[in-house]
């Protein structure tokens, strides 16, 4: 690992990796991208009120030694290239990493960001807490009773990016070959794209959530799949998922059939998570009619994509709404909006999706009294009616204060 170009501090020391765990020093180093259009805003903010957090916790026996390391328009003009190798090579070296947005370059050949930094490292789920914060606007009538987590698989499914256009002469190959080898007719012109769930994506996503749940306290993991229609992909997720339950986890899970039919509807004694199913678009109902029924959530990439901005939509929209990318060994928590660029160096934006996501990163590395803290300031903040422009423009009688007021108003709180 050549650490060449990045400014480590000497004090700072690499989180480890067991096998199975990893192992967080006192002073671990993070490598931090900050983002393109309002992502220096928002990383200025946001890094001042995770390090008032760790130093309030903890009195200077615990620090993060942060790096910045390149990606986007920044690195772009600077480097010539939108990510460099030095980048993906830090974040997998210090395994635990946090950004802001970055521009999605547009034109043939340019890797994006975001897919590549999950494909390398192989951040295998992305994880979205979505929960109100009292006093944020929502659309809904019971925010208060929305609290989970969403488990997103990320490496597979029509994501996978595997298509052909109609008409092409692959697109053709393949519908021909689908035609006279596999007696499936398709029209002609049809666009073409493969939906790849394999069981071994589909098991190591449900098995970290159940890991998750288990480490949390929460009480339930729903799968969520439109299995009735696709049968052998969502269909076949829902089953893995409910085999790794069974296999792995069968001394602290319980089934919502087996629950039912033999206990009465109540987790028996020694079962501390329930693992059910819901078809997709009922879940979209359910989220809305009976959100406190669902706790942890377990699905593969396409319905993720949708639950999770529909979920954050209920409890106040993306610029509350934090998330990482995870693997086994390595973490990569994110803002979830975009750079919003006509807003870039204004000082106006809100900082709350990545103060939340370093919350989660806090958590994360086990440094829970930090995370508490960094809650309780955003609580705090908002309950005092200290907002940016985005929530000020919903609520009555709030003081707009700028991106950098925002997390001064959280830290002051904390
Ligand atoms: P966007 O940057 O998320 O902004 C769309 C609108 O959402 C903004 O104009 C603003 O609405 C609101 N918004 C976004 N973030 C906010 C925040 N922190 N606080 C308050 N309001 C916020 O989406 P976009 O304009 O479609 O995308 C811009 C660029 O970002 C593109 O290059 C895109 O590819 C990239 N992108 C990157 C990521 C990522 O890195 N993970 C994700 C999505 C998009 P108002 O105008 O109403 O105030």
């Not at 990606?71 to 003009?77: L, Q």
């Not at 012109?189 to 970290?208: D, E, H, M």
Request: glycine share 12%; with cysteine.
């Amino acid at each position: 690992m050549t650490l060449q170009g990045l400014h480590v501090p000497g004090w700072g020391e690499r989180i480890g990796w067991d096998g199975q765990a990893i192992h967080v020093p006192d002073k671990p180093v993070v490598p931090f991208i900050e983002g393109d259009g309002t992502g220096p805003d928002i990383w200025r903010a946001t890094q001042r009120v995770l390090d008032a957090a760790v130093e309030k916790a903890y009195g200077g026996a615990r620090r993060i030694a942060w790096v910045e390391v390149q990606a986007g328009e920044k690195s772009f003009k600077g480097l010539g290239t939108w990510l460099p190798d030095e980048t993906v090579e830090a974040i997998g070296y210090f395994r635990v990493a946090i950004k802001g947005p970055l521009t999605t370059p547009v034109g043939g050949g340019i890797r994006s960001l975001n897919v590549t930094l999950r494909q390398v490292l192989d951040l295998y789920a992305c994880v979205r807490p979505v929960r109100w914060i009292p006093g944020v606007p929502s659309p809904v009538k019971r925010p208060q009773d929305i609290d989970m987590v969403i488990y997103r698989e990320n490496t597979e499914d029509v994501y996978a990016g595997i298509e052909w256009a109609g008409g092409s002469p692959e697109g053709e190959k393949l519908r021909l070959f689908i035609e006279k080898e596999l007696g499936k007719k398709i029209r002609p012109n049809s666009g073409l794209g493969i939906k790849p769930i394999s069981q071994f994506g589909s098991a190591r996503l449900v098995a970290k959530a159940i890991r998750y749940a288990l480490a949390s306290g929460r009480d339930s993991v729903t799968l969520v799949h439109k299995g009735n229609i696709m049968k052998f992909t969502e269909g076949a997720f829902r089953d893995w998922g409910y085999q790794v339950a069974r296999e792995q986890y069968g001394d602290v899970t319980a089934t919502e059939a087996e629950v039912s039919e033999k206990h009465g509807g109540k987790l028996p004694a020694g079962k501390k998570v329930l693992v059910k199913d819901r078809i997709a678009d009922s879940m979209f109902q359910q989220v809305l009619l009976r959100p406190a029924e669902y706790s942890v959530v377990c699905t593969p990439n396409l319905n993720g994509d949708y639950l999770s901005d529909a979920l954050a939509a209920q409890v106040g929209g993306l610029g509350m709404a934090p998330g990482s990318n995870e693997g086994d060994e390595h973490a990569l928590f994110e803002a979830t909006h975009g750079t919003a660029p006509k807003y870039a160096n204004l000082d106006k934006i809100n900082p709350g999706s990545l103060i939340l996501s370093g919350e989660m990163m806090l958590r994360h590395l086990g440094w829970g009294e930090a995370a508490d803290l960094v809650t309780k300031g955003i609580e705090a903040a908002v309950a005092a009616k200290q907002v940016t422009y985005d929530l000020h423009r919903l609520m009555e009688g709030a003081h707009l204060v700028s991106c950098s007021g925002f997390g001064e108003a959280i830290v002051a709180r904390m």
